[in-house]
């Protein structure tokens, strides 16, 4: 077999085979095929797409170039959540706790953030002492008793994806759905879960911009789940603003919280409560109704059941549950709107590098965040403004020396309009 004969074979848009492209996915990890050639393959891809079972056979290869991780030692439906990645996503903060409370089990391995996204493992570690570098054994045993532990990523989980992810970076390929739902399946069927609940966002602040292209994408994921034996579903959300109010690692652990005690702002509990009803009818073999599934989810956030496994799932990883103690800046900016009008979108992306501007992301992987700044968005899509009013309230380090920039960036991402603009609906469709 020759790597030029299978690059051109998908450039002429022809069908490429199990074997083929198995053996130019083991190739590329092993360091025979190099960077230009996978490049080469990867334009090839991104320009005449891969028919669903090819699609499924780059998945596999992937998901076979690293280690897979058993979760036979843990009794119960086994659960992960995947989100596509969003500014203010703090869900997973959220929907853990509240899936443990119905009594799943979710062994989380989470990602940190770059460039203008957040990551579920910068926000916990906000929480002082909280470790995501737990041990495996003891990863599981917190998983069996809490029901519920968020874990960093290990170093050897699908390295074809680590290395095709960079190339794709740099080479104009990110945004293929074949590609997309390769690299996301694959990094979730090596942790071996019985069900799979997908977040596809779609909007401004999205890889999907379209809803047409984040039903393809959830349809292609879905269809490899269920090729793989596992249960899964996709929930298509709006990605058109942020999510919830609140943007920074600190502040995003404060809203959490509120939402785990139905303080939450209305679009974060809504998507919750979506996710954890669908995780819900997963497990159950859809044996109960939506409208059940719904009121369960209902009550043990009410009851605070929930609530408690944030809590108990925190003092497991070594964090101290109180609240009081995040650090959170006290020199507060407000950001007042320039002119009246209705809001008529919100630049997520904008706001996401507005927040890392700030020091709440990262630009480069080396580089260390700031816990304690970020921004709460007093505004959202289709809300009235008056010339004078506050739009956000900005938590900044005053010895950083990016803010003003970040503060321009934050007020160029709101537009304002003299119309009113129907915001859009949170949850666009569940492909299931
Ligand atoms: N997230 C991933 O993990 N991979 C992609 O290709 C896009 C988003």
Do not use: W
């Amino acid at each position: 077999m020759r790597t030029y004969d299978i690059i051109k074979k998908k450039r002429d848009g022809e069908k490429l085979s199990q074997s083929e492209i198995q053996f130019i996915v083991d190739a590329y990890v092993k360091g025979s095929v190099p960077d230009y050639q996978m490049s080469a393959f990867l334009m090839a891809i991104f320009l005449k797409g891969m028919a669903d079972d090819e699609t499924f056979h780059l998945t596999t290869a992937m998901l076979e170039s690293g280690e897979q991780i058993s979760l036979s030692e843990i009794s119960g439906f086994t659960i992960d959540k995947h989100s596509t990645g969003g500014v203010g996503d703090k869900t997973s903060l959220v929907l853990g706790p509240v899936l443990a409370a119905l009594g799943l089990k979710v062994a989380k391995l989470s990602g940190r953030g770059l460039g203008h996204t957040g990551g579920t493992i910068d926000k916990l570690e906000s929480i002082s002492g909280f470790s995501c570098d737990v041990p495996a054994d003891k990863f599981i045993a917190i998983v069996n008793k809490i029901g519920v532990a968020i874990a960093g990523q290990t170093a050897n989980l699908v390295p074809a994806d680590k290395k095709m992810y960079a190339l794709r970076d740099v080479t104009a390929t990110v945004d293929s759905i074949p590609l997309i739902a390769a690299s996301i399946m694959s990094k979730k069927l090596a942790i071996h879960n019985k069900g799979v609940v997908l977040d596809v966002k779609v909007g401004s602040g999205a890889f999907m911009k379209s809803l047409q292209d984040a039903r393809e994408l959830a349809r292609l994921m879905v269809s490899i789940g269920r090729q793989a034996g596992r249960k899964v579903t996709a929930v298509l959300s709006n990605m058109d603003e942020p999510l919830g109010e609140m943007i920074g690692n600190s502040l995003e652990v404060l809203e959490a919280a509120d939402t785990l005690q139905g303080k939450g702002p209305s679009d974060l509990a809504e998507l919750v409560k979506v996710l954890a009803s669908e995780s819900l009818l997963l497990s159950t073999n859809r044996t109960i109704t939506q409208a059940e599934a719904s009121k369960k989810v209902e009550e043990v956030i009410s009851s605070g059941k929930a609530f408690q496994k944030f809590i108990e799932m925190v003092k497991a990883q070594g964090g101290d549950p109180a609240m009081e103690k995040l650090p959170i800046s006290k020199e507060i900016k407000p950001l007042v709107s320039e002119k009246s009008g209705y809001v008529s979108s919100i630049d997520c992306e904008e706001v996401g590098l507005s927040a890392m501007m700030l020091g709440a992301g990262r630009e480069t992987k080396e580089a260390k965040i700031d816990f304690t700044v970020g921004m709460k968005l007093c505004k959202h899509v289709g809300d009235k403004v008056e010339k004078g009013d506050k739009i956000a309230d900005i938590y900044v380090n005053p010895n950083h020396p990016g803010n003003e920039k970040a503060i321009e960036r934050l007020a160029k991402a709101f537009h304002i309009k003299a119309e009113f603009v129907q915001p859009q609906k949170l949850v666009l469709d569940i492909v299931s």
